[in-house]
T-cell receptor, first 109, second 112 residues
Framework: GQQVMQIPQYQHVQEGEDFTTYCNSS?????IQWYKQRPGGHPVFLIQ?????EVKKQKRLTFQFGEAKKNSSLHITATQTTDVGTYFC?????????FGKGTKLSVKP | EAGVTQSPTHLIKTRGQQATLRCSPI?????VYWYQQALGLGLQFLLW???????NRGNFPPRFSGRQFPNYSSELNVNALELEDSALYLC???????????FGPGTRLTVT
């Protein structure tokens, strides 16, 4: 069946360093969504990308959707301790949303 | 606007018992999704309801079931509880299939 793979599973960074998580689908996606789950919290929707090659920015966060609409990335510039949490991508296909396993980010002050 | 609500917050059951978890979606949302999140793991899709019908089901045994009521609220039932069912159960709603999902705070189920 359709799979959405996300790497890395864990990432430990020093505050101020950059961070990137990657998402790859086995099939072409209609859209990609990104969510953030803070420790002890629930996933919160961050953004949706729909167009091939689309790039969107939210302050220090940059989201990209690949040209083939099979991969995506989330890049955080100059991480802060408030960025701690698990970042999930979710690929949309035929109305279904398939979540990746997430990347858990820890930031050392 | 009120968010997705879930009850109870915590639920403790013993092996073999049945658990019922409840979810109220955001007003105007017709799709409700259920996920299982075991400690430290990702989101495992359980069930999707829309307009009162089960639309899709994840790779879980039949003892995981649910329903959606006419007011779009939903219930997840887990029968014959096993120790490995201990997890955070998250409910999410969306305005329609494929749109962004809004998650509730979850129900922490502990099976002893």
């Amino acid at each position: 069946g359709q799979q959405v793979m996300q790497i890395p599973q864990y990432q430990h960074v020093q505050e101020g360093e950059d961070f990137t998580t990657y998402c790859n689908s086995s099939t072409t996606l209609s859209n990609i969504q990104w969510y953030k789950q803070r420790p002890g919290g629930h996933p919160v929707f961050l953004i949706q990308l729909v167009k091939s090659g689309e790039v969107k920015k939210q302050k220090r966060l940059t989201f990209q959707f690949g040209e083939a609409k099979k991969n995506s990335s989330l890049h955080i510039t100059a991480t802060q301790t408030t960025d701690v949490g698990t970042y999930f991508c979710a690929g949309g296909s035929q109305g279904n949303l398939i979540f990746g396993k997430g990347t858990k980010l820890s930031v050392k002050p | 606007e009120a968010g997705v609500t879930q009850s109870p917050t915590h639920l403790i059951k013993t092996r073999g018992q049945q658990a019922t978890l409840r979810c109220s979606p955001i007003s105007g949302h017709t799709s409700v999704y259920w996920y299982q999140q075991a400690l430290g793991l990702g989101l495992q899709f359980l069930l999707w309801y829309d307009e009162g019908e089960e639309r899709n089901r994840g790779n879980f045994p039949p003892r995981f079931s649910g329903r959606q009521f006419p007011n779009y609220s939903s219930e997840l039932n887990v029968n014959a509880l096993e120790l490995e069912d201990s997890a955070l159960y998250l409910c999410a709603s969306s305005i329609d299939r494929g749109y962004e999902q809004y998650f509730g705070p979850g129900t922490r189920l502990t099976v002893t």
